[in-house]
């Protein structure tokens, strides 16, 4: 008995140090969330780093990176040099619309 009380008390007592952290933190959370939000929108599969630069305003240049690192975004470059960023998890998407692009301009 006296286990399980001890465990719901470190169980709350983590959950609280969470949400502090998180509080003191928040700036750099929220921003990842939002970078989550660009790179997952539904029609656009990567961003350019001045569209995030854009809309995530007050970051310099690393620290966006960085961001965009915790986020679970990957960097790449395209042929004219640009810088493009999208999230690792939609690699497979990215690779299946590429495929797809391909095969149409063959048709």
């Known amino acids: 008995m006296g286990g399980a009380i001890s465990f719901l008390l470190n169980r709350?007592?983590?959950?609280?140090?969470?949400r502090i952290l998180q509080q003191q933190h928040k700036t750099e959370f929220m921003a990842e969330e939002t970078a989550r939000h660009f790179l997952s929108h539904r029609s656009f599969?990567?961003?350019?780093?001045?569209?995030?630069?854009?809309?995530?305003?007050?970051?310099?240049?690393?620290?966006?990176?960085?961001?965009?690192?915790?986020?679970?975004?990957?960097?790449?470059?395209?042929d004219d040099g640009s810088?493009?960023?999208?999230?690792?998890?939609?690699m497979d998407e990215y690779i299946e619309r590429k495929d797809l692009a391909k095969i149409t301009r063959e048709i």
């Not at 780093?49 to 395209?78: C, M, P, S």
């Not at 810088?83 to 939609?90: N, P, Q």
């Open 12 to 18: 709350q007592q983590f959950a609280n140090q969470l």
């Open 45 to 78: 599969i990567d961003r350019s780093f001045e569209t995030l630069q854009k809309n995530l305003g007050g970051f310099e240049e690393d620290e966006l990176r960085k961001i965009l690192v915790r986020a679970g975004a990957i960097r790449v470059y395209r």
């Open 83 to 90: 810088e493009w960023w999208r999230l690792l998890s939609r």
